[in-house]
């Protein structure tokens, strides 16, 4: 049985859904963060799918530029969580809500 | 052919024009800015009285030298620079010293130069010294400006710069109640009058393209009042006042000329303004200023000789305001307020001759009353000075004993402005007079008799009201120092000098210093004989002088054209109007056709010489019998009751309160404050700015910090942004 198209964008879908399901109920900031990533690369798969569909590489050329902001953001968003644990002792995002201290 | 040659202008720049203006605005800024640091009498004086003082003689050797604008034909011209120029509308900052204004600069220099003296004097000891003269030398650049520009705009800026001046001196005394409201009239009525004169000129403008008096080839500018003269006399009908023609431009400028010289039914401010310093009171308000109005009418001659309605106004007018002002006159008790109203009843006589035709002796009697109410101001000012800043005749009398030189001075300037023969007043008066009588080209036939006739009652009122100021300060019983619980003490330097501080009354009067005698002596002798440039041929012929005499022959050239052609025939049957005939009467060619400058003229007819000579006769008949009632009246009985009517001045102070004053002020205060300030603007801005803040409150819920919050708020936008192309991604697929 030949993988169809659909499957994976069935999947990427529910992978896109946990994200924002994610982002929404957890609090703690390194769930969050990882949520966002489980997002991004749900739309990576859908790339590569489409790709593979239409046979034009330019989806995956996208792909290699979502995973290259994809690490950009995981660098500075890790620093900016430990800035904020180092500060308030705490990875709780509901603690973080005023900007000063 | 011959305007030609009077207005072909020497193109010469003569650059000592402008110092006239100039030297007083130096004063004014020296005094200004290095006057107020020093606080040095003497230097403020001297400042003040050079900066006149060359302009002085910077007018007279303009005007007399060997081809001064008093000789020559054509006027001087200095060109400064290119004002505006937008389109064709052009305006020049520059300045023209023809024989009119070469006579007003002449008269004003002078008699403002012995006024700065004077006040040097009369200013002793205040605390705004330095803010005095500069305002005065303000003053004297603004007038001085006025008179020599050469077009109407500049002109302007030195009409409302007189009235700045005039505003500020007389609310000059800022710890005085009266003075602020009194400067914020002058102020609020000559607005009235200049809305007149800017409609004027920009008719002008529309209808000649030009806004200048003179012809300039040089700088490719022709004269406005040239283009009116080849125009068409209006019809002599109330329609023309509307018809937006030279009519219009003539009446338009006459309210200009109202507001300024405090004709009805603008005179109301001049009276207030006497709360000034008492030589702000002779110079803006009797000698200079406020003949500016005649100035204008009479360089504007041109046009008002085109229009016969607005000539008929203005000579009903003039005589109107003249026997008004006369009859309040003769009532007041403030020695000011009387000579105040003196000047109004006198201006009236100036349009009167305007009105009727007689510009150079409209002219003639500006400058006499320059030299004798300067004089008669300067003298009440010495009274009031020597009687520790006393207004109120009634508590003066018998001051000849205490101030002989200011009595001798003053009797010259009482005899001048009462007609008596040989005093300068004499002459321009009678000229008046007669001129009234005679005319025949402006005045509807009979109007002239009318109108003379009120004339010579206000000669006689005149004689009357001036005998009654003498009598009650100079001559009858000593009554100062006797009731100090009188009711309204007048005092008008606020008690700024010591002396008169202190013990008010205790003093008796006292003669005058130096600086303030030296100018009413000069004042007084040329009220006495300044009328002997002007001595009518009537006169003059018993002892063989010339048909024109000298004023006559100097100011000839500027209102010696008059225009050929004649008013449209139906207009002229309606109202019987007699078109101007080409006739002279006692040599004056004033509107006859052009003539030369002493050119040849007709000799008057020997009946007409001796009923001009009858004339002469009646007029000092009138002064003498006038001199003679109010002698009779006062003499014994100085404080006798003057009706109440004439003593509240007919009420128009409290007319013009209750009809336009209390009505504005209502408006404003319930309609425009209370509904549409507080109501419309201020309600509008105010729910403006509440929905705003009501906006805010509501949005910043979604700042509150939850970074989940933001999260929410990211996915719902992404949820509408995607349902909505969804939704009409199925739309186009159901299709």
Redesign the interface.
Known sequence: MVPQLSWYLALSAVLFTIG?VG???K?N?IS?FMCIELMLNAVNLTFVAFSSFFRDLSGQLFVFIVMTVAAAEAAVGLGIIIAIFRNRESLD??D????KL | MSSEQLYCLLLTAYSMLRYIIFAPLAGAVINWLVGRRLRNERFIGIVACAAVGVSTLIAFYLAFNSNGALRSTQPIMDHLWTWIQVGKFRADFALAMDRLSGIYALFITFVGLLIHVFATGYMHGDRGYYRFFAYLNLFMFAMLTLVLADNFLLMFVGWEGVGLCSYLLIGFYLDKDEAAPAAKKAFIANRVGDWGFVLGLMLVFFMTGSISFFDKPGYSVSSALTAISTLPIDGFTWHAIFAGGVTSIAVLLFIGATGKSAQIPLFVWLPDAMAGPTPVSALIHAATMVTAGVYMVVRCNTIFTHAPTAMFIVAIIGAGTALFAATIGIAQNDIKKVLAYSTISQLGYMFLACGVGAFIAAIFHVMTHAFFKAQLFLGSGSVIHGMHHEQDMRRMGGLRKYMPITWITMCAGWLAICGVPIFAGFFSKDEILWKTWSASSFVPAGFNKALWFVGAITALLTAVYMTRLMVMTFWSNERFGADHSADHHQTEHGGHSAEGAHEPHAHKPHESPLSMTVPLIVLAILSTIGGLVGVPYALSSLAGGRPDNYFERALDPVVGHAPESTTTGEATSEVHWQTPPPQEIDGKPAFGPAHEAGGAEHAASATELNEERLFTLISVVIALVGIAIGWLMFQRQPLRQMPRLLENKYYVDEAYDAAIINPIHVTSREGLWKIFDVGVIDGFLHTLGRTIVDLGRTFRYMQ?????GY??II?AGALIIIGYFAYHGAQLLMR
């Not at chain 1, 973080?96 to 900007?99: E, I, K």
Request: charge should be positive; charged fraction near 20%; glycine fraction near 4%.
């Open positions: 924002v982002v929404m109920i609090r900031v969050m995002v509901d973080a809500r005023s900007l | 509150i910090g939850f970074v989940r999260a929410a996915l």
